[in-house]
């Protein structure tokens, strides 16, 4: 097991992506599905709200820190996370994996026809992951058995859930006991980027820690989620100062 960092009551796992994807891989050694999930400042500050959220992020076999306000709160406390875990770089790096050790995907996720885009473009690259489904992310309530239904007729080792935080992490919560996958890991708008429906920050704003600022420009109606992050910093800044006194005695 490694070290957990407790950021605002979120554990997340203290991994370099070479570890990251250590874990990943040997959850498709398990019998038992392994679950993955990426929390940013965002989907932090929804769990700090909402503690069922937390306590489904908690109960992951490995949390990421995607993203690099995650990173910079961890060194604010004084409990250095080694570094920033994008989600869609460690699903890159599993399809990568793929020529060492070939895995089969099932996608779910995207609006009609997005997942299918993405298999296209997955196989194109990475031809030795096969794509053995997928299905669109608009579906209700009625149709989740029939969906699970197709998943594990499929028998992927690797399930991809695109539905958007909070909802793909509480929806892996309440399913993956009846789904028979290896892993099923939560990516968020990895789908569309996949499909080509949606673009990456540029890698210089990457590195920067500037992709809310791109995704911001992208979809200015996202605004209102944006204001978690300052309050995620200024709930970190708040958490340092009552800690103070601690450390002194």
Known sequence: MTEKVDI???????????EALDCALKMLESDKPGRIYTPNSE?????????????????????????????LASRILN??????????????????????RPASFFILGGKPGVAEKAAINIYSEYPKAKIVGYHH??????QIPEIIDQINKAKPEILLVGLGAPKQEKWIHNHYKQLSCKLIMGV??????????????????????????YRLIKQPSRYKRMLDLPRFMLLTLKTKL????????
């Open 8 to 18: 605002h009551g979120v554990k997340i796992n203290n991994v370099t992506m070479e």
């Open 79 to 100: 409990k250095n996370l080694k570094e920033k875990v994008s989600g869609i770089d460690l699903v890159k790096r599993i399809f990568e994996n793929t020529k060492k």
């Open 137 to 142: 992310g608009y579906f209700k309530e009625v």
């Open 242 to 249: 009552r800690s103070k006194p601690h450390q002194k005695s």
């Open 188 to 213: 968020g708008g990895t789908i569309d980027v996949f499909a080509g429906t949606a673009t990456l920050a540029p890698e210089f704003m990457r590195k920067a820690g500037l992709e809310w600022l």
């Open 43 to 71: 989907i932090i500050m929804q769990a700090y709200r909402d503690k069922t959220l937390m306590s489904i992020l908690n109960d992951a076999d490995l949390l990421i820190p995607d993203g690099a306000g995650v990173v």
